[in-house]
């Protein structure tokens, strides 16, 4: 009979599986038995939306017979099972194709990457052994099929008997053991019911443990006859059914939340924050959500789906909702059950549900008052979480025109001057100098690279603490705060800092006006690409910086250039010099004689002030030319 092949990707997967190092093995049957349990779930819902009463609740398990002889384990469950396009679907192609990007095959750690990150599922089962047969009937149908694989050469479906019913029986047939691995252990009962208890006890439905008859009666099961199965008495049932989020908090352990995290959410690592909460009375719920530790790979891209598992009294009826979590916390995962929503309820019906409304808000504020008090009481851990997740705070400040400014503003960090470390802003706030009227910040693509403007200068001076913003959303998100605590958020490259005394001032003023053939001369030699050239107030040993007037800075331009489809913006310029540097002195002198020359120097000075902004040099040619011209000597 021809095999079939698998897709490529999947032939990929499916080597990882066979040839994996992957220490965990024994996860295959928490991905097959939640399998299982989905099949129930998809059969069980829909029958209760058709109003199908067929079917009841306890007519489900899932079953798990060992048999020492054959080498095999089989897992049963009387779900939803699978026609024999699905069977094709379903196991042919893995289910997360789209997002599974290998990387670097070669490396070894790859592979724990790969089993951890995207749920495997049904194939990890090739992890413990060397031939797997799938029997399926789907519900409502007479016939059943059978996928059968050695590995990665192929599958085959071939129709076959399945007389006990709709629903799927998977055998696998375990490899041999070798000397690192003992395989069999798989076989042995008590192995397979503390992983049962392990990773898979909240598990609604019944799961339960066959053993040979014979081998129960005589311990050897060699004689013979075709096998026999019984229960086994003393564990029926394996797992105890209720799930952790119905359990006392003191009744569940750290690790079992872990373990339920990781299966569920198809996470490698331990969640950082485990959050439990319930309520009776206008929403009744019960809630249990977690803050991975690390964002998951594709979370800032347009692909990641924000949701939480929704219940509605202890049935599955929707895997993702979105309306339950706003988009800010779009990083939380977990479960809510809740005894308010109808299980017939629509999914169209479910969007405008005041009950999810009602949900939502409470789970939103309760996520907010947990991560304050992380931040308060863990800053350790909060600043993990905030160099993953961070980035959708700012951008949750910054939607939907500030909505959630307030929700948010006491969960934001930055770098600042002070320690160059994660500040909040309150924290800033509280060493505000006391002459200090505003809130200093200051762009750029990296630390190091602000901390050398010149614009700083001044301001560290006088000893005022710096904001360091180096993401995008940054300066956007501080403008829709618009202040704190009734503190004004300023650029340090606005031209309205206001920082002199009244006498730097008018000492100012009478510079300029001394100096105003000159200036304005400087302002024409570039061509309109500044408003003007003023006398910095702000530089001490930096010759000359640019500052902006108006809404928007230089960072903001670059930022919107960047965006497909915007319309270009260009920031107001200003070339502000140190009127204090020798240069100064040397263009008053040129001015007298050579015009030309300030001309030039002035183009030379304006490069110079946008290179350290982080702008590219228009004609980097005459540029070097320029330097090169002046190296030589006049
Ligand atoms: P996932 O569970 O993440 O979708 P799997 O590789 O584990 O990926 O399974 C692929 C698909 O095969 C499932 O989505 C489901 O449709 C189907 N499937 C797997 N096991 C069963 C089962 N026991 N009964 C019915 N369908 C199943």
New binding site residues.
């Given amino acids: 009979m021809a095999l079939k092949q698998f897709k490529s990707e999947s032939k990929r997967l499916l080597d990882l599986m066979i040839n994996s190092i992957y220490t965990h093995h024994e996860i295959f049957l928490r991905?097959?038995i939640?399998?299982?349990s989905?099949?129930i779930d998809?059969l069980y819902y829909h029958a209760l939306q058709g109003g199908d009463t067929g079917l009841n609740r306890s007519d489900f398990a899932i079953t798990l017979q060992a048999d020492k002889d054959a080498r095999t384990l089989t897992?049963s469950?009387n779900?939803?099972?699978?026609t024999k396009e699905?069977l094709d679907?379903?196991?042919g192609v893995?289910?997360?194709s789209g997002s599974l990007k290998f990387k670097n095959e070669n490396e070894k750690q790859e592979d724990i990457d790969i089993i951890g990150q995207?749920?495997?599922?049904?194939?990890?089962a090739f992890m413990v052994s060397d031939d797997v047969t799938?029997k399926?009937r789907a519900y409502g149908s007479d016939e059943a099929y059978c996928w059968h694989s050695k590995g990665a050469e192929g599958y085959s479906i071939t129709s076959c008997k399945k007389e006990d019913g709709h629903?799927?029986t998977?055998i696998l047939h375990l490899k041999d053991d070798t000397e690192d691995e003992k395989f069999s252990e798989y076989l042995d009962q008590y192995r397979l019911q503390s992983l049962v208890k392990k990773y898979s006890d909240y598990i609604r439905y019944p799961i339960r443990m066959m053993m040979h008859k014979s081998r129960l009666k005589d311990g050897t099961g060699k004689d013979g006859k075709e096998p026999e199965w019984e229960t086994v008495d003393e564990m029926e049932t394996l797992n105890s059914m209720v799930p952790l989020w119905h359990k006392k908090k003191n009744e569940v352990t750290d690790e079992e939340y872990d373990n339920f995290y990781r299966e569920k959410f198809?996470d490698w690592q331990a969640p950082l924050k485990v959050i439990r909460t319930s309520t009776e009375g206008t929403a009744t719920y019960d809630a249990l959500l977690f803050i991975p530790s690390q964002a998951p790979m594709d979370y800032y891209s347009r692909d990641f789906e924000k949701g939480l598992q929704l219940y509605a009294s202890g049935v599955l009826i929707m895997e993702k909702c979105p309306d339950l979590l706003p988009d800010c916390f779009s990083f939380v995962k977990g479960v809510v059950d809740s005894q308010d929503l109808s299980l017939n309820i629509s999914r169209e019906m479910l969007q405008h549900d005041r009950q999810l409304k009602l949900i939502e808000s409470r789970l939103e504020k309760k996520i907010k008052s947990e991560l304050a008090s992380m931040l308060q009481n863990d800053r350790e851990k909060y600043e993990t979480f905030y160099k993953n997740f961070g980035l959708q705070l700012k951008f949750g400040v910054y939607a939907d025109y500030g909505a959630k400014k307030e929700l948010l503003q006491d969960l934001l960090m930055f770098v600042s001057s002070h320690e160059d470390k994660l500040t909040t802003l309150g924290e800033y706030v509280s060493r505000m100098k006391e002459d200090q009227k505003d809130i200093y910040y200051a762009c750029g693509d990296s630390l190091t690279h602000i901390q050398q403007l010149p614009q700083t200068e001044l301001l560290r001076d006088k000893g005022y603490e710096i904001l360091y913003l180096t993401d995008n959303v940054d300066e956007f998100a501080l403008r829709m705060l618009g202040s704190y605590q009734e503190k004004t958020f300023k650029n340090i490259s606005s031209d309205d800092l206001d920082l002199g005394t009244e006498e730097e001032k008018k000492e100012t003023e009478q510079k300029v006006e001394e100096n105003k053939d000159l200036l304005n001369f400087m302002k024409d030699s570039l061509d309109g690409k500044v408003k003007a050239v003023v006398l910095s107030q702000r530089l001490k040993s930096h010759p000359v910086c640019i500052s902006t007037e108006g809404a928007v800075t230089l960072e903001m331009e670059k930022v919107l250039n960047a965006m497909p489809g915007n319309e270009k913006v260009t920031a107001q310029r200003v070339l502000e010099i140190n009127v204090n540097h020798p240069i100064f002195r040397r263009l008053q002198s040129l001015y007298e004689g050579d015009k030309a020359k300030v001309k030039e120097y002035t183009q030379l000075l304006y490069t110079q002030a946008m290179l350290i902004e982080g702008f590219p040099v228009e004609d980097p040619v005459a540029y070097t030319n320029k330097i090169c011209e002046l190296m030589v000597g006049e």
């Fill in positions: 991905e097959l939640s399998n299982a989905d099949a998809k897992i469950d779900g939803c099972g699978m699905e679907n379903n196991l893995i289910a997360n995207f749920g495997v599922g049904f194939y990890s799938v399926s629903g799927t998977i198809m």
